[in-house]
T-cell receptor, first 114, second 112 residues
Framework: DTGVSQDPRHKITKRGQNVTFRCDPISEHNRLYWYRQTLGQGPEFLTY????????KSRLLSDRFSAERPKGSFSTLEIQRTEQGDSAMYLC????????????FGPGTRLTVL | GQSLEQPSEVTAVEGAIVQINCTYQTSGFYGLSWYQQHDGGAPTFLSY????GLEETGRFSSFLSRSDSYGYLLLQELQMKDSASYFC?????????????FGTGTRLQVTL
């Protein structure tokens, strides 16, 4: 299967700890997106990359959040000093930067902050 | 501001047809996508409309009216496996503005 993969699938951490998630996009896709989804809501955009360039960040992305895509392939999302309000599903999606820009999502990383 | 409105829940019987509506109010509009999400799963792309009219993909069809800021997803010959949440999502532009803005989703329950 050559879909979008994310690691880990689940993460439980204590408040104040740092966590890092990884996303591996579909190999030929040059755009990579991060979204956050809480229960009963649709995904909310956090940030996106075209190749290695981070082109847009949501206002939702506080200075405790940082994302990288160093070689234009996989990406990492780090949350520093986690808070209980960070508990959510973190979804990664990738696309081919065509006009329709259909985004294909990975299985997500479910973060629980105790 | 921007908003996408969908019914929160819809129930239908196996074999029936169901329509899930989406109205949107956004500062820009390029296209409307539909995603399916089973509990605990990832959103899966279903359909995309950039122009007015109907797009058909197997049992699923999607419609868009740009002048009415309205679209719908039509599911035919419902199966139990179609029980899931369905999200409409607006693509506000091409190029660097192609992030998706999602609605709150419609939970579809298919019954026998």
């Amino acid at each position: 299967d050559t879909g979008v993969s994310q690691d880990p699938r689940h993460k439980i951490t204590k408040r104040g700890q740092n966590v890092t998630f990884r996303c591996d996009p579909i190999s030929e896709h040059n755009r990579l997106y991060w979204y956050r989804q809480t229960l009963g809501q649709g995904p909310e955009f956090l940030t996106y990359f075209q190749n290695e360039a981070q082109l847009e960040k949501s206002r939702l992305l506080s200075d405790r959040f940082s994302a990288e895509r160093p070689k234009g392939s996989f990406s990492t999302l780090e949350i520093q000093r986690t808070e209980q309000g960070d508990s959510a599903m973190y979804l990664c999606a990738s696309s081919l930067a065509l006009v329709a820009d259909t985004q294909y999502f990975g299985p997500g990383t479910r973060l629980t902050v105790l | 501001g921007q908003s996408l409105e969908q019914p929160s829940e819809v129930t239908a019987v196996e074999g029936a047809i169901v329509q899930i509506n989406c109205t949107y109010q956004t500062s820009g509009f390029y296209g409307l996508s539909w995603y399916q999400q089973h509990d605990g799963g990832a959103p899966t792309f279903l359909s995309y409309n950039a122009l007015d009219g109907l797009e058909e993909t197997g049992r699923f069809s999607s419609f868009l009216s740009r002048s009415d800021s309205y679209g719908y997803l039509l599911l035919q010959e419902l199966q139990m496996k179609d029980s899931a949440s369905y999200f409409c999502a607006v693509q506000k532009g091409a190029g660097t503005a192609s992030k998706l803005t999602f609605g709150t989703g419609t939970r579809l329950q298919v019954t026998l």
